[in-house]
């Protein structure tokens, strides 16, 4: 059976593969407000169908697109049966603020790194490798996942840009694994690495935050697809020795380290 790998998948194996699995099994409690996500999410949607809709036809258009998209996005949360809440009774007009203004700011960068070139906005992935199987041979492993945007340009080199609503100047150290599989994941569908990826973020300084790829980081990242393959391939789903980031985690009700059990008398004990 075709394993699929997506790099949320392969940071949360590494992080406690009890919960990898938990996740991959959909045993996630809903969240309990996506709020702190949702800026993020307005201002990639407005990208994105900006994107889709003749931008060279549209420039400068994008704000207006805000106030309608906040209702779409916060429509959608909540017929997925998640929950969206506003802070307060200026939330929402101080959300469409923001996201105004990240809009604003990234379109020059569109307009000369994407706009003028081929792309895709919003580009699912599936990058197929062969990993060896710990019972013999080899078995199909797909890198999944979604680009916010991948351009070809005049010289069929390849760039990937992801956005980020952040005003954490910092906050591009958390992305290297992330910008590195989209890296990978091109190499593997059409023959060479990215020339160029990082990271749009109007917000921060820099806007355009270019993220260094390498072979090495390639080939190291193999070697983590293949070893996530193997523990799941082994059913092994041994929790992380440290428990200090076990109390707000998502599948913490249906981790084995939690759940109630019986000793061999009649009290019971929970696993600690």
């Known amino acids: 059976m075709t394993l699929y790998i997506s790099w949320s998948a392969l940071r949360t194996h590494e992080e406690c593969k009890q919960k990898g699995y ?8 809903p969240m309990a407000n996506t709020r702190i996500f949702f800026p993020g999410t307005v201002t990639d ?24 998209i906040i209702e779409r996005e916060r429509d959608a949360i909540l017929e997925k049966g998640d929950t969206m809440l506003w802070k307060d009774k200026s939330d929402r007009d101080q959300v469409e603020k923001e996201c105004r ?27 197929p490798i062969k990993v060896s199987h710990p019972a013999g041979g080899t078995e199909l492993v ?4 979604y680009m916010d945007i991948i351009v070809q340009d005049d010289l069929d080199r390849y760039w990937v840009w992801d956005v980020k609503h952040t005003r954490n100047n910092e906050y591009y150290k958390k ?25 749009l973020q109007p917000l921060a300084t820099p806007m355009v935050k270019r993220i260094p790829t390498s072979g090495e980081f390639r080939s190291q ?34 981790c084995s380290r939690f759940t109630p059990v019986k000793s061999s008398g009649s009290r019971r004990i929970t696993l600690i």
């Open 175 to 199: 992305t290297a694994g992330q910008i590195g599989v989209y890296d990978l994941a091109v190499e593997i569908m059409f023959g060479k690495p990215t020339v160029m990826s990082g990271l």
């Open 101 to 127: 203004e990240a809009v604003s700011k990234i379109e020059p960068a569109l307009l000369k790194y994407v706009v003028p070139f081929r792309y895709q906005a919003d580009f699912r992935f599936k990058a």
């Open 221 to 254: 990242l193999m070697q983590r697809v293949a070893g996530m393959a193997n523990d799941v391939w082994t059913e092994d789903r041994t929790p992380r020795a440290d428990t200090s980031e076990c109390t707000y985690c998502e599948v913490k009700h249906a």
């Open 45 to 68: 949607r407005v990208v994105r169908d900006w994107l889709r809709n003749e931008p060279a036809e549209n420039v400068g258009g994008m704000p207006d697109m805000v106030s309608s």
């Open 142 to 145: 797909v890198i999944n996942g």
């Open 22 to 29: 938990l996740k991959r099994e959909k045993k996630s409690a």
